[in-house]
């Protein structure tokens, strides 16, 4: 057969351009910095497309920035990490995307590789970003893919406490499969010992037929940022702090003093066992082995949302 029937085949091929979309997702090229670590934008604007597609709100494979740049603003601010002091700027995933084989930049001005479009631009009528065509006929016509590669996305850049806050702001709850990275076992036991089964943070502590229930072990440096399945990356927290640390409104300082993020407001009573925390010592692990610091610096500097 001609290779070029074959590579007609391969790109008609449902399952081969899903399977060569998620590996480029995951090869990505992020902007990261030694203060704030890697950005998440270009991740989230991922997500605001297939949620975009999901729920109907694109008739084309068009998609243009003055639609979606309040929307990207919100999930930058929520979900894309620490912040930065020049703001959310969804205007740099929008462009930078295009460093990736299955996003095309269409703007009026030429830009180099490395240059921001200018929002200016972007808001014009001609500018517009578009996927792949094949990619996009895929993730609109099946549920199945735009399941994969909504998952993909999400296991690879936010731990699972933080999923179901994801998937609710972008209207995704229906498309769930269940992927989730293989966890070393033994780090959960670990963890949970070495804290007696207790949460470092408010001391909760609770059994059910036995078992120990309602604690995590939770990663200070997430597993899906590369942190290590070690007993020094790990902490012991109930559910509610767990989802508070891992969302940047809790943090630890230096001091192992409990911290509570400036921006957390809360008008109604079950806030209060979130923002009662703030200046409380962490409780120091029995065992010897205690949290290293390299990882609170860096929840510090790419998680927390701090005071």
């Not at 391969?10 to 997702?25: G, K, S, V, Y």
């Not at 109604?268 to 009662?276: A, I, R």
Request: net charge neutral; hydrophobic share 40%.
């Amino acid at each position: 057969m001609p290779s070029c029937q074959v590579k007609q085949q391969m790109e008609n091929n449902p399952d081969q351009i899903l399977e060569r979309f998620l590996a480029d997702i995951c090869s990505m090229k992020l902007h990261r910095s030694s203060s704030l670590g890697a950005a998440l934008k270009k991740p989230l604007l991922l997500l605001l497309l297939v949620s975009r597609i999901e729920n109907r709100q694109v008739d084309e494979n068009r998609f243009d920035f003055s639609d979606i740049r309040r929307e990207l603003d919100t999930l930058i601010r929520c979900f894309g990490g620490r912040p930065s002091r020049s703001g959310s700027r969804p205007e740099q995933p929008f462009s930078h995307l295009r460093t990736s084989p299955f996003w095309k930049l269409h703007t009026q001005r030429t830009y180099g590789s490395g240059e921001t479009a200018l929002i200016s631009d972007l808001m014009g009528t001609a500018s517009y970003g578009t996927l792949d065509a094949s990619v996009f006929r895929l993730i609109r016509d099946s549920d199945i893919a735009r399941a994969r590669v909504i998952d993909t996305i999400l296991n690879e850049w936010w731990p699972e406490t933080l999923h179901p806050d994801i998937r609710e702001e972008l209207g995704l709850d229906r498309l769930v499969i269940s992927r989730r990275r293989r966890r070393d076992q033994q780090f959960t036991v670990d963890v949970l010992e070495n804290f007696r089964y207790s949460c470092a943070m408010c001391g909760f502590h609770a059994v059910l037929n036995g078992q120990a229930t309602g604690i995590d072990a939770a990663h200070i440096r997430w597993h899906a940022a590369e942190g290590p399945d070690i007993l020094q990356n790990g902490i012991a927290l109930c559910k509610l702090h767990h989802w508070a640390f891992d969302k940047g409104i809790l943090g630890i300082d230096p001091s192992n003093i409990i911290r509570v993020a400036g921006a957390f407001v809360t008008q109604v009573e079950g806030g209060l066992p979130l923002e009662s925390l703030a200046g409380c010592p962490l409780a120091t692990p029995p065992r010897s082995m205690k949290i290293a610091e390299e990882f609170l610096d860096w929840h510090r500097n790419n998680v927390y949302l701090g005071a």
